[in-house]
């Protein structure tokens, strides 16, 4: 949140300064412009240096340039200054203006050349360019313009205040939002972090159910090692009973492990999805009827896909086996494709004890399992369902689950054509 907000004031700050520095400039441009029009009219028009003669004695004490010319901007103030550092055409300024400000003004010839501001009283501002005289004839050793800028320097004030007020309410307002987007951000990776550690702790407990059965029927049989072995069969069939379930668990493991990290690599190619999807299901009818249950297809979607044929093999025979374990005698499982919004849909419904409302947003969790006696009994470990989601999605398709109206399950899966 302190990194946020650091990065939301900087940005303000920055963006301030910016326009600030725009606004000046683009105002005090106007009055350079001013000034510099000024000096071209003196350099085409010049006016008299000196006191101008008594046949003209009523013109005295204004400054004006040489009739045929064009006339000054009123707002430019011209002081001549000689070698002393006096100002040599009192008379060209008038009188008042003279004595209430540039009486006591001594120039300062480090700025030659470059518009500099200056405040008279502590209440008027000038913007004045400095230049050297260039006739050797007269006494004049330097010209200054002045034009007075208090207009553009209340604006500039003004917009400072206000510049500066937003940038204060915008940093106040990104407290709020770095405290918001800091937690917005974290909410992934805190959930992320719950995901594994749960994710161990399961895994960890799957992995260790089978390993403690194993352990034990072995120490069992290092006991009698005398014994033959159709004495402990029991023992040896239950060990390689639950060495089977720990390879497919970790198999199971290493699947969504690399579907994680993004290494597997779909092998795509056209498959019928019909043909497909009865030879996928032919060997589940004969287990079916072993387990005096009804296995029926109904296939209606005679179109190709892209898919990677044992992978959606894979993800056919997660959906029956769970079909079937979790249907009793006379139950039905059905199979039954489509075409529905130019995708190919595959539904896998029975007739089973179904799922609860609520647990449903919870079925393709990994190592979900509702009744975690009756899975743990029929062999199953919860990753099915999250390895069937995660084919699907590989394949830019949707999974979802819903419980049927009077009982059982169905699995609807959309895949591209």
């Known amino acids: 949140m302190i990194l946020n907000l650091l990065a939301f004031t900087i940005i303000f700050t920055i963006f301030g300064v910016i326009i600030f520095g725009q606004v000046q400039n683009t105002l005090f441009s106007k009055a350079d412009e001013e000034i510099m029009k000024f000096k071209e009219m003196m350099v085409e028009n010049p006016f008299p240096n000196e006191r101008i003669p008594p046949a003209d004695e009523e013109q005295q004490g204004s400054p004006s340039f040489d009739s045929r010319g064009p006339n000054p901007n009123p707002r430019v103030i011209l ?121 161990v702790e399961n895994a960890s407990h799957e992995l260790r159910t089978p390993l403690t059965i194993i352990q034990n029927k ?114 039905s499982v059905g199979v039954k494709s489509y075409i529905e919004d130019q995708k190919v849909v595959i539904e896998v419904s029975d007739t089973g004890v179904g799922i609860k409302e609520e647990n449903i947003s919870h079925v393709f969790d990994r190592f979900y399992r509702e009744d975690k006696a009756r899975s743990r009994e029929t062999g199953g470990m919860g990753l099915g369902l999250s390895i069937a989601q995660w084919i699907v999605a590989s394949h830019s398709g949707t999974i979802s689950a819903a419980s049927n109206k009077q009982q059982g399950t169905t699995f609807k899966v959309k895949l591209p054509k």
């Open 79 to 199: 002081l001549h200054w000689n070698k002393a550092g006096e100002i040599v055409n009192e008379d060209q300024i008038g009188t008042l203006l003279y004595e209430n400000y540039f009486e006591e003004y001594t120039v300062d010839t480090e700025n030659l050349d470059a518009f500099t501001n200056i405040t008279f009283d502590e209440t008027y501002t000038f913007r004045y360019l400095l230049f050297k005289d260039t006739d050797p004839n007269d006494e004049i050793a330097y010209t200054q313009l002045l034009v007075n800028i208090d207009p553009e320097q209340t604006i500039i004030e003004n917009f400072g205040r206000l510049l500066f007020i937003c940038s204060l309410l915008f940093i106040i307002l990104s407290i709020s939002a770095s405290y918001f987007l800091s937690k917005k951000m974290m909410k992934p990776i805190i959930q992320s972090w719950d995901k594994q550690a749960e994710f």
């Open 218 to 331: 072995l120490e069992l049989l290092l006991v009698a090692p005398q014994e033959k072995i159709m004495n402990k069969f029991e023992n040896i069939a239950l060990s390689l009973s639950e060495t089977r379930r720990l390879s497919k668990l970790t198999s199971d493991l290493l699947t969504l492990a690399r579907a994680d990290s993004a290494e597997m690599q779909l092998s795509k190619q056209t498959i019928p999805v019909d043909s497909f999807i009865k030879k996928a299901a032919a060997p589940y009818k004969e287990i079916a009827e072993s387990q005096e249950k009804h296995l029926w297809l109904d296939l209606n979607s005679d179109v190709n896909m892209e898919a990677d044929e044992s992978r959606i093999h894979q993800l056919l025979v997660i959906l029956l086996d769970n079909a079937l374990k979790y249907t009793e005698e006379k139950d």
